[in-house]
């Protein structure tokens, strides 16, 4: 079975604070994504790596960054976490093969105060 | 840019009474659909991935179908645990990299007693 794991499943963080969640996926998938979802608004892509070492934007990457030391690790960094920050945070990985089906983990909500 | 609209956004089914959830698209090459079951508070879980038109899966009360405009999610004889939000997702362009996904805002449904 496809495991990904999330580093927390809550968080309370105050505005300001430099932020990490970490997602760890054990299926050996090149790709790693990292989503945010809020009502109404569905699943919203923020970054993605397709390798160790290599990032790109997703829609929605200002105030976030990623990091990808390890095929099997991709972090999300809020550089200074801001109320609008708040959301559910969702990681997911896939093969890098010609239809990419996406494994998610399950979730960190975060809430900034 | 693609498109991916969910109808209804949401359905309440009496345990027993089956129904569909619809799922059209609009994209540029379709590779993949997927559809997935998210859990209130949890990581959406995949379910099915669909490659062209004339498709069907099927796991346990579900079915999913596929055509070149849509795709469609029977439930047959629903029971209260597959109460939960149904997302559906395509996967179109290029596979040069990492692809990225387009979500649709998903159906919440509630199967009573």
């Known amino acids: 079975d496809v495991k990904v794991t999330q580093s927390s499943r809550y968080l309370v963080k105050r505005t300001g604070e430099k932020v990490f969640l970490e997602c760890v996926q054990d299926m050996d998938h090149e790709n790693m994504f990292w989503y945010r979802q809020d009502p109404g608004l569905g699943l919203r892509l923020i970054y993605f790596?397709?390798?160790?070492?290599?990032?790109e934007k997703g829609d929605i990457p200002e105030g976030y960054s990623v990091s990808r030391e390890k095929k099997e690790r991709f972090s999300l960094i809020l550089e200074s976490a801001s109320t609008n920050q708040t959301s559910m945070y969702l990681c997911?990985?896939?093969?890098?093969?010609?239809?990419?089906?996406?494994?998610f983990g399950p979730g960190t909500r975060l809430l900034v105060l | 840019e693609d498109q991916v609209t969910q109808s209804p956004e949401a359905l309440r089914l009496q345990e027993g009474e089956s129904s569909s959830l619809n799922c059209s698209y609009t994209?540029?090459?379709?590779?993949?659909l997927f559809w997935y079951r998210q859990d209130p508070g949890k990581g959406p879980e995949f379910l099915f991935t669909?490659?062209?038109a004339g498709e069907e899966k099927e796991k346990e009360r579900l079915k999913a179908t596929l055509t070149k405009k849509e795709s469609f999610l029977h439930i047959t004889a629903p029971k209260p645990e597959d109460s939960a939000t149904y997302l559906c997702a395509v996967q179109a362009g290029s596979t040069g990299t990492a692809s990225k996904l387009t979500f649709g805002t998903g159906t919440r449904l509630q199967v009573t007693l």
């Open positions: 790596s397709y390798d160790v070492k290599m990032k």
């Open positions: 669909l490659y062209s």
């Open positions: 994209v540029s090459g379709l590779r993949g």
């Open positions: 997911a990985s896939s093969f890098f093969t010609e239809v990419q089906t996406q494994y």
